[in-house]
Structure formats: C-alpha cells, structure tokens
C-alpha cells in the first residue's frame, strides 16, 4: 500500500472514491467530440482533525500581517479566526502554548517536480520530460507523479510544505499541463490532488528548447525558431477552435484552455528580452503569462512585469550554471518586490523544497544589503499568499483568514532563521507531522526496510 507511515489510526482514515468514469449519455454521433474536462478528478479527502487553538505565539499571516502574541484557531479543516490574545477560545478546543514560537501558513511551492522526477534520481523514474517533440500540451504531468516518492514526506517535515504545483519540464516549448497536489499520504496521485485547482500549462523559452531540439537537426535551433514555433501552435489552435473544436484533440484542448482563461501558463524563462517578447506573444495569441519561472532578469524589467500583472518565481541566489542565467543577481527578489510586482521563492529542486524558508531569507538579507528592508511578515508572503495567487488557489489558501483551508505551520522559532525547523505541521486541519511524535513522522512505503528510512534532517 503506498501511503507515508502515518498511523492512519491517528490521523483518521483517507477515504478514497473511485475515480468518475467518463461517457453515460452521449449518443455514437457525439461521443468523438464530448470532451470531459476533469476525466481524472480529485478524490482528497482531508485527514480527521480536532479543534485548535495556537496561542501566544507570533503569527505571519501570509498576506502581510503580523501579530504578536497571537492566536489561531481551526476547526473542521478551517481556520476560524485570527487575533490577538483576547480572541475568545470556544470550549472544546485543544489549546497548543506557542510562546516564543512562529506560526505561518502552511509553505507552498509553485514550481515542483517531485514524483516525476522523485528519489532516486534514476532513468526509469525519469518521467518529468516528453522530449520528443516541441510541443507536447497532450501530455499532462499527473500522469507522471508517483506518490510514494520520498521527496514529499521530507518537504512535509523539513519545509512545512503543505500545497505544491508538480510541473513537466523545461526540454519543449510546450511542455505540457501541470498539477497542483496537497502534501498528504495517498495512494494515487488523484487522492493528492487540491479540489478544484486549475490546470497550469509548463512553456519553455531560451536555451532549453532550442539546445534539444537544435542537437536533433530540427526547429528550434535558435531563439527566433523557439517563438516561430511557439506562433504558429498558437495559430493552429485558434483556427482548431474558429472551426467549432469538431475533433477531439488533446494538444489543441490545452491550448484552448489557456486562450479560454481555464489554464494558467507557467513559463521557464530567465532573460529580460525574451520574457518582453513572450509577453507580446501572448498580446497576439490571446493569452496570459501567470509567472515566469526562473526569471533570474526579472529585475530588468519588474516594471514590465507589474502593468502585466505577472510574477516572478525565482531562486535566491542560483546563477551562472548556463549563459542565459549570467545575470542572475541575489538581490533579485528584492528589485521585483520592491518595484511593486509579484515575487516567490520556488525550488525546483528536491533538496531546495525542505528549505524555502532559508531561501526566502537570504533573499531578504541580499535585498538589505542593497538598501531595501523587507519585514519578515512581509517576505513570508513570497512563500505562502504568492505562490497561491499565482497557482488560482489564493481563495482557498496561502493566508491564515477565516474560511481557508486550515494549512498551518508550527515553527521553533522565526522561519526567517536557518536555525528555525517546522514542529508541528496541519494540513486541513489534521496534524500531518509532529517533530515530538514518532507516530507522525512520515515514511514512503518505497523506504521501509531501506537505510536512511524516513531521514529527518
């Protein structure tokens, strides 16, 4: 069974439905063209909680708020409420002493690729890249995602992660849909899957695209064949839609979900230039750029980015591993946030997603060493409301606010602090890891027996 050892007896029991099967209605003469948009639906089913109170401790609320001495309360999976010490507790509530403790919601990363390219890092769990055609919008990442890989119970205990988007990679110019998942055991990728998200769609600029496919002999081999490629997709789609969508095609119906404004593109790109050149793409396709990902030049142009309404994942301070991430400066984050455009801290990487806190911090200091302050309560949004935003979950969680979902981070100490860890970790309301109890202290099933078995650094 491929669920973390959690002891389900102490979290409750994950109901699993069965996946909805499709047809049921339609006659021969339309069956072709009937396009079910959501054929592999989420079956999450939140953990058993119990009522919550977090007091005393300081609260970043992820919107950019602080409150000393707080208190948090949630309940049936929900935050109830949020407020200083004299916020009324309701009977029944378990009451957690937070002083001199940090709580948070719960982390999210918006760009991900664990259990399609999960632990161990080997060629027949290379699933994260369908490199063999520029553009490859049929393929939808989910397809991929393995939910036993390890990765994910270590981003719960060490990251505090709660939500996380799971994207294809960056070899094709279309790499294809992304999924959203909630950190959570389950057997299959659906009982991970966050209700309700939407689809993102994976695009590549730069020197990804044009290196795979150049090396094959065939366009793209330059910038100018990346966006002639790129043109011509988007053209052959909108004509597959004037022409009333007679056929089912999987490629064009991502297509047509971006240009619906159902499907939010999430696009790899580092340099200035050719993220202003991809956002007049998208000016003539009829679309819109969610985030650029990467973007280690977002600096150059976060004015740009701002009137588009466009944000930024980006690293810390990764740079100069290829020519196209030259530039890439610390202060980075800093420059955008300050010029009044969206920033995030993501990982794409295995390791980096245990310690998004730490990234967010030295983001900070790079950004005060400039001459630009940040407050912490502030720069926890980069990691929380952000990255919600820009995923189209922001409604349901990345701030503590009464009605979301009850994603909450314990932390011993300020999460701004390479010496903070998560110690308490709710997802939904339910306790998902507790640095105190072995019992919720997850595992892959792919571990047991194995050394290194459920490693909590």
């Known amino acids: ?132 055609n520029p553009t490859t919008p049929d393929v939808w990442v989910e397809h991929s995602v393995w939910p036993q890989d390890p990765g994910f119970s270590r981003a719960l205990a060490n990251g505090g992660v709660t939500s996380l988007m799971i994207l294809p990679g960056s070899a094709n110019l279309v790499g294809g849909r992304s999924v959203t998942l909630k950190n959570v055991p389950s057997r299959t990728m659906q009982g991970m899957k966050f209700p309700d998200a939407p689809y993102g769609m994976k695009m590549a600029c730069g020197e990804n695209p044009k290196r795979v496919y150049g090396s094959k002999g065939r366009q793209p081999s330059t910038r100018m064949g990346n966006i002639a490629v790129d043109r011509q997709t988007w053209i052959d789609a909108r004509k597959w839609m004037d022409d009333g969508r007679k056929t089912r095609d999987l490629a064009k119906e991502t297509l047509a979900g971006v240009l619906d404004g159902k499907i939010l593109v999430q696009n790899h790109c580092y340099r200035a230039d050719e993220m202003a050149v991809v956002l007049d793409m998208a000016k003539e396709a009829g679309y819109k750029v969610t985030a650029f990902h990467h973007a280690v030049e977002s600096y150059k142009v976060a004015d740009l980015l701002r009137e588009n309404g466009v944000c930024s994942a980006v690293w810390a301070d990764w740079f100069g591993f290829k020519m196209e991430s030259y530039d890439g400066i610390p202060e980075n984050a800093a420059l955008i946030h300050n010029a009044g455009a969206c920033a995030i801290i993501h990982s794409d990487d295995e390791n980096g997603i245990q310690r998004l806190n730490q990234e967010a911090a030295k983001a900070q200091t790079a950004g005060r060493r400039a001459g630009i302050t940040i407050p912490d309560e502030t720069v926890i949004r980069w990691l929380t409301l952000n990255p919600a935003t820009a995923m189209g979950i922001a409604e349901k969680t990345g701030s503590l606010a009464s009605g979301k979902m009850a994603d909450v981070v314990l932390w011993n100490g300020n999460p701004l602090s390479v010496y903070s860890r998560p110690e308490k970790v709710w997802i939904d309301g339910a306790l998902m890891f507790d640095a105190f109890d072995p019992k919720r202290r997850p595992v892959s099933d792919f571990e047991l027996g194995q050394p290194g078995e459920g490693d909590v650094k």
């Open 1 to 132: 069974m491929t669920l973390w050892r959690t002891t389900c007896a102490a979290l409750g029991a994950l109901a699993l439905t069965a996946c909805a099967t499709t047809g049921g209605g339609n006659d021969n003469s339309s069956a072709s063209t009937a396009i079910d948009e959501d054929p592999y639906p989420s079956t999450y089913r939140a953990y058993t909680g119990a009522p919550t109170a977090l007091v005393g401790a300081t609260v970043f609320d992820g919107a950019g708020g602080r409150i000393d001495g707080g208190t948090v309360l949630f309940a049936d999976g929900k935050v109830v409420g949020v407020g200083g010490a004299d916020l009324a507790i309701p009977a029944g509530y378990t009451r957690i002493d937070g002083t001199g403790k940090f709580v948070t919601p719960g982390i999210i990363d918006i760009h991900s690729h664990l259990g399609a390219y999960p632990s161990p890092g080997i060629a027949a769990l290379s699933d994260g890249n369908e490199a063999t």
